[in-house]
């Protein structure tokens, strides 16, 4: 929606006049919370790093790795495009990247010593496994090469000469989007442009009352296209939504609704909204009504297009965070802006908002947005510039006479990422054990300690803007101890995190009984019956920890055929401190939840109790497994539970905002589990207070403990190297070693020289600290990734 015209805006002039004053009442004082100035909210907004969903939980490769680094340190003014498979928010605020690069280490280590590595785990909220490489990743970075900017503005800037002519090198098309055409997220506003245009932003002053759409981190390429376009009334309260209308990537209207202002009107301004007293005198639609229609129509990863579209937004008190506005696109000089039905006419050949029309038409001009931002994708700005120079800007492209004498080209500049960062006077070190790596080597220093390693850097008068440090003290004292049989001890310690033994069961008792009975709480792995002379046993090992997890809360004391059976985790030496290991991964999951849906049938003959944090069950055998013996033979129940996540977020959405539902789904199955992630963590907690509502919906629900970047904990525990299963069976892992405890000291004296470490790095630091895992003729055992830009005090 474009700004209305002067003589109907004079009331938003006075209003303006009068803002700046109570902006600077809101900078002098606090909110009652204690919160910062207006100014100091602004200042504080520090980068952030995410990883997309749709990658979170596939490894990264080094290449992946390296082209975080050259955007993290160069960003689009250099041409560098944001990585595929994360978001680094703010980059421009990024003050420096810090690299760790720690030899022999393992994802399964980390969880191995989860306990111990405190500053790891709880200062690095970004987690990814990263999958090893035979070369050296130091190698690598340093002799990665930037691509090279095909962006005129750029290559101008950083080479000194472009071939195109004048009038197009510094058209305001060009100089902002470059030449190259791309997809939609290239056009895309910002987050931080939004904030400094002063649009709707969540957690920015003004807008705390606004509803947020339920929009994912990032958008793609694919992701489509909703052109929206509002019409507002003149009220006592200033200007005010009247009319909303949505269409959708093909240009089909999927709303289109008028609204009855909640104050008094003054002015309908008819000549511009098309509204009248007439229209809106039977209406009872509100704004509300409107704000929920828009969340549930929007895709997470929808984007919305329109003209001044900000000005729609602050109309529907909506905050949407992935917006593409038109009038930014076909730009002008010095800011100004082109009017929609100017450019409809220009580009389209399309004439809107005639004389001949009482009033706009917001589905016209909402399809006139999108139409205007697709061809602009399509096309790209070079050859709309071409195409629509002369009738829209006003003015023809001339071409520059040649030199009769060409000058002497320019002598090719590397494109490796130390010299490009050097030309943007950028600082580049490495502090490691000597390397073969392209780098000056006044800008290395060749150490053989961790202790060294971190004692030289922080003896550095002033941070580098890039380093890259190189740990090998575990490595060494892990190549003492064959690195493929240690890996098999971790694993098996891991994997004990999954299991639960169950018993004594009925005499007679099957796997596949077993199987029926323990399913509901979570995917299984396996099944293994213990049979004594006198009783049987079983141990089931879950894809989930949160399956052991329920299956203890829920199945112990279950009576099957009068007799109680105890489910409980294994008792060995090194699974006393199980319970803390899996605390602290549930507070890592602070927002999400774990749910199954049951049975009907199950859930109708199983009685739920909550007592002391955990649940009683009474109910037989039978019942629980949701199988009947008929003359010997097992009969399955027909009826069949099934998750979607239109029905996970109706149930669950009443206790917070749902951000996402991710369904875990057995082949050839239905999902019957699924994990939740809410806004916040109050979400969450209003849910397990609630589970006996739940309950009754068939619902049983528990914290969720497995890491969001691992599809199941057996990514941890399933060795990838060659075993022998008689060594296997050794079950050597149950008792601590010697071995145990010196590696676990170590890993303790890691994490707190770690610790000094991110103390040190200023302020704004995208710092990496990489685990590289390790390759053998064993086979590859994966490593992890751990990210964070360092928050301002």
């Known amino acids: 929606m474009e700004p209305l015209s002067a003589e109907v805006t004079c009331n938003g002039r006075k209003r303006k006049r009068i803002a700046p004053a109570e902006n600077k009442e809101v900078k002098r004082l606090k909110t009652e919370e204690g919160e910062e100035t207006l100014e100091s909210e602004r200042s504080s907004r520090s980068p952030r790093i995410s990883v997309l969903p749709d990658r979170l939980q596939q490894p990264i490769t080094a290449n992946d790795l390296t082209e975080l680094l050259h955007y993290a340190a160069l960003g689009k003014t250099a041409g560098v495009e944001q990585p595929s498979w994360c978001h680094l928010n703010l980059q421009k605020r990024v003050k420096a990247v810090n690299v760790v690069m720690i030899e022999g280490l393992t994802q399964s280590h980390f969880y191995k010593h989860y306990l111990t590595l405190q500053h790891l785990r709880t200062n690095y909220s970004t987690r990814v496994t990263f999958t090893p490489s035979s070369t050296d990743l130091a190698s690598g970075i340093f002799s990665s090469e930037v691509p090279e900017s095909d962006d005129p503005s750029v290559s101008q800037r950083h080479n000194g000469s472009s071939d195109l002519p004048k009038g197009l090198r510094i058209h305001p098309v060009i100089t902002k989007f470059g030449t190259k055409r791309r997809g939609l997220t290239a056009y895309v506003l910002p987050e931080e442009e939004m904030v400094k245009k002063r649009w709707p932003v969540k957690g920015m002053p003004d807008f705390q009352d606004f509803v947020c759409t339920d929009s994912v981190d990032c958008v793609t390429d694919s992701s489509p296209l909703y052109g929206l376009d509002c019409e507002m009334c003149l009220t006592e309260k200033g200007n005010e939504l009247a009319r909303v209308s949505l269409v959708d990537s093909d240009g089909k209207c999927v709303l289109d609704e008028l609204v009855k202002p909640p104050n008094r009107i003054l002015d309908y301004v008819t000549r511009f909204s098309g509204i009248t007293a007439a229209m809106l005198r039977p209406i009872t639609t509100t704004l509300r009504n409107v704000q929920t229609r828009l969340k549930t129509l929007l895709p997470s990863d929808a984007v919305l297009v329109g003209h001044s579209l900000n000005n729609d937004l602050v109309a529907l008190k909506l905050i949407h965070r992935h917006v593409i506005d038109t009038s930014m696109l076909y730009r002008r000089e010095f800011?100004?802006?082109?009017?929609?039905?100017?450019?409809?006419?220009?580009?389209?050949?399309?004439?809107?908002?005639?004389?001949?029309?009482?009033?706009?038409?917001?589905?016209?001009?909402?399809?006139?947005?999108?139409?205007?931002?697709?061809?602009?994708?399509?096309?790209?700005?070079?050859?709309?510039?071409?195409?629509?120079?002369?009738?829209?800007?006003?003015?023809?492209?001339?071409?520059?006479?040649?030199?009769?004498?060409?000058?002497?080209?320019?002598?090719?500049?590397?494109?490796?990422?130390?010299?490009?960062?050097?030309?943007?006077?950028?600082?580049?070190?490495?502090?490691?054990?000597?390397?073969?790596?392209?780098?000056?080597?006044?800008?290395?220093?060749?150490?053989?300690?961790?202790?060294?390693?971190?004692?030289?850097?922080?003896?550095?008068?002033?941070?580098?803007?890039?380093?890259?440090?190189?740990?090998?003290?575990?490595?060494?004292?892990?190549?003492?101890?064959?690195?493929?049989?240690?890996?098999?001890?971790?694993?098996?310690?891991?994997?004990?995190?999954?299991?639960?033994?169950?018993?004594?069961?009925?005499?007679?008792?099957?796997?596949?009984?077993?199987?029926?009975?323990?399913?509901?709480?979570?995917?299984?792995?396996?099944?293994?019956?213990?049979?004594?002379?006198?009783?049987?046993?079983?141990?089931?090992?879950?894809?989930?920890?949160?399956?052991?997890?329920?299956?203890?809360k829920t199945l112990n004391g279950l009576d099957m055929q009068g007799q109680s059976i105890k489910v409980q985790r294994p008792v060995y030496e090194s699974m006393l401190d199980a319970d803390l290991t899996l605390d602290a991964l549930m507070c890592d999951n602070n927002t999400h939840l774990y749910a199954v849906k049951l049975n009907p049938c199950m859930a109708d003959s199983v009685h739920l109790s909550e007592r002391d944090n955990g649940y009683t069950l009474n109910a037989k055998c039978s019942d629980v497994t949701s199988v009947k013996k008929v003359n010997g033979q097992h009969s399955q129940p027909k009826t069949k539970s099934k998750l979607s996540e239109e029905t996970v977020r109706e149930t669950f959405g009443l206790f917070g905002s749902v951000e996402r539902v991710a369904l875990l789904q057995q082949s050839g199955k239905h999902a019957r589990h699924a994990i939740i992630r809410f806004e916040s963590s109050e979400g969450k907690r209003a849910a397990l207070s609630s589970s006996e509502d739940l309950r009754k919906d068939n619902y049983l629900v528990c914290p969720s403990l497995t890491p969001h970047h691992l599809p199941s904990w057996t990514a941890v525990t399933t060795p990838t190297t060659s075993v022998d299963p008689d060594k296997d069976e050794e079950r050597s892992h149950m008792h601590i070693s010697s071995q145990d405890e010196e590696m676990d000291l170590m890993m303790g004296k890691l994490d707190r020289r770690l610790q000094k470490l991110f103390r040190y790095l200023p302020e704004g630091t995208l710092s990496v600290v990489v685990l590289l895992g390790h390759t053998s003729d064993h086979g590859l055992l994966s490593g992890l990734c751990l990210m964070e830009v360092k928050q301002e005090s």
């Open 335 to 552: 800011g100004q802006r082109f009017k929609l039905k100017v450019i409809a006419e220009s580009v389209l050949n399309r004439q809107i908002q005639t004389e001949e029309k009482t009033g706009h038409n917001p589905i016209e001009d909402a399809l006139a947005a999108l139409e205007l931002a697709q061809y602009f994708i399509k096309k790209g700005p070079r050859q709309v510039v071409e195409l629509h120079m002369e009738e829209l800007w006003g003015y023809r492209i001339i071409e520059e006479p040649k030199d009769l004498a060409p000058a002497e080209p320019a002598p090719p500049q590397s494109h490796r990422f130390p010299d490009v960062l050097q030309r943007h006077r950028r600082s580049v070190a490495f502090l490691g054990k000597r390397s073969d790596i392209a780098l000056d080597l006044s800008n290395q220093q060749w150490l053989n300690s961790d202790k060294e390693v971190l004692a030289s850097f922080r003896r550095q008068t002033r941070c580098p803007f890039l380093s890259v440090l190189q740990l090998p003290s575990l490595s060494n004292h892990l190549k003492k101890s064959f690195p493929h049989l240690e890996h098999q001890r971790v694993c098996a310690h891991l994997r004990d995190l999954c299991v639960v033994l169950a018993g004594p069961l009925p005499a007679g008792s099957s796997e596949q009984e077993v199987r029926r009975l323990f399913r509901c709480c979570g995917p299984l792995r396996n099944i293994k019956m213990l049979n004594t002379t006198v009783r049987v046993h079983a141990e089931v090992e879950f894809e989930l920890l949160e399956g052991a997890e329920l299956a203890v």
